[in-house]
């Protein structure tokens, strides 16, 4: 799958087959991607926490408050992206130009994590409404959680959507 495939296949999965693991090769190649994803001063300010089997549906009710993301409960598995410090250098950096690098930084690392499940065949959904305490007491946590990224299989009848999005011209300036 080339790269202009893959963001036309990727997009957020609601609908997914609990009865279908998601095999062990490609969670490595997922949480590969992800460790590969560029940072600033290549100083990874973040942990990814891979939740299966009974810990996933902890997770999982831990992002369900006010009804919400009540299609997790069929996520097979749910990896946590949580805050950790910085290297020194981006401490520097973002202390001076006031800019949240490690936010960035967890961002494009979710971007390369959903990328990659998208290539092995794996839905993916970002989710940012959870219970930060409920999840960090499941996971073993110190630092707070940041994203949490609902992984598993399609159901069959899951379609490709269009994408709903912005003009480019509403997104998009040039200057020369």
């Known amino acids: 799958m080339d790269f202009q495939e893959l963001i036309y296949q990727r997009q957020s999965c609601r609908n997914f087959d609990p009865a279908r693991p998601i095999e062990e090769e490609k ?4 949480l590969e991607a992800g460790r590969l ?3 600033a001063c290549n100083g990874q300010p973040y942990r990814f926490t891979l939740c299966c089997g009974e810990a996933a ?3 999982a009710s831990a992002t369900m408050g006010m009804g919400m993301n009540k299609f997790t409960a069929e996520a097979p598995v749910m990896l946590v992206l949580s805050e950790e410090a910085y290297v020194a250098s ?3 950096g973002a202390k001076v130009k006031g800019n949240d690098y490690r936010s960035i930084d967890i961002g494009i690392a979710a971007a390369y994590l959903t990328a ?3 290539e092995q065949g794996v839905g993916s959904c970002i989710l940012g409404w959870f219970d930060d305490a409920k999840v960090r007491e499941i996971c073993g946590l110190q630092k707070p959680v ?4 609902a992984l598993g299989y399609p159901k069959e ?3 490709l959507r269009s994408k709903k999005r912005k003009d480019a011209s509403e997104l998009i300036g040039r200057i020369e």
């Open 27 to 30: 969670l490595e190649a997922i």
């Open 90 to 92: 981006a401490a520097l």
């Open 146 to 149: 940041r994203l949490i990224i």
């Open 116 to 118: 990659a499940a998208t």
């Open 157 to 159: 009848n899951e379609v």
């Open 37 to 39: 994803a560029p940072s």
């Open 57 to 59: 549906r902890n997770v």
